[in-house]
């Protein structure tokens, strides 16, 4: 009789589970209820005009060094509507932003000296959320990606330029240009006036010198 007991002691043991797998038509509600979110990169309306991977560094004045800003990929975005470019640029891992400006006119960029991989550029920048004038140095993988970025950095300041101002500038020089050709021509016209006018006052003075002849004859016939 001992002996049989572990064996009915292990059938039980073998149902057990069968019971657990049962379906009993309940059904349990989700404790919290997660809705789909959509994540805004600020991005929507820009279409990106250069992508280059590389490392930025802010000069800091109290420390008077260079400090790294983060590594990732610096972007130039050129906004669907208004035409504006801005250089954003996300550490790579974090997407934290260490660099956003918009491309000004007034701005240059130029070479680091002794690194023909590294180039410089003044800023104000917006990616601690409040403007701070930056100088910004940023490194590439290669020479040629730092000119790319150099030259289209320029390009981008270049075409930021107002239109009204371009206008302006071609209309000021088409009227320079309009007020030198009526200045040849005024001088052109004068050299041919030129003869005709000193003929014109030698005849005058030859009527004069007659007139005052005939004056002169006709005072010697009255004394007479």
């Known amino acids: 009789m001992a002996s049989k007991e572990p064996d009915h002691q292990h059938r039980e043991g073998e149902d057990t589970p069968a019971a657990e797998d049962e379906d009993t038509g309940a059904q349990v509600a989700p404790i919290v209820k997660l809705e789909e979110v959509a994540v805004s990169t600020g991005e929507e309306n820009e279409e990106p005009i250069l992508d280059l991977k590389s490392k930025l560094y802010r000069f800091d004045k109290d420390g008077n060094q260079w400090k790294e800003r983060g590594a990732g990929t610096v972007k130039l975005l050129k906004h669907k509507e208004t035409g504006k470019v801005r250089l954003v640029m996300r550490q790579s891992k974090t997407l934290k932003i260490c660099a956003n400006h918009l ?33 910004f140095c940023i490194r590439f993988a290669s ?35 309009k007020l030198s050709v009526e200045e040849k021509k005024a001088e052109d016209k004068a050299e041919e006036e030129k003869p005709a006018a000193v003929k014109e006052e030698n005849e005058a003075k030859k009527d004069e010198e007659k007139a005052g002849a005939e004056k002169k004859d006709g005072e010697s016939d009255s004394s007479t």
Not at 109 to 132: I, M
Not at 149 to 169: C, G, H, I, L
């Open 103 to 135: 491309v000004l006119p007034s701005m240059t960029v130029q070479e680091h000296a002794g690194n023909d991989k590294s180039c410089l550029w003044h800023a104000s920048d917006f990616a601690d959320g409040e403007l701070k004038d930056e100088l």
């Open 143 to 177: 020479v040629e990606n730092c000119k790319t970025f150099m030259e289209m950095f320029q390009e981008v300041a270049e075409s930021q330029k107002p239109k009204e101002e371009n206008k302006d500038a071609s209309a000021a020089a088409g009227l320079l240009e």
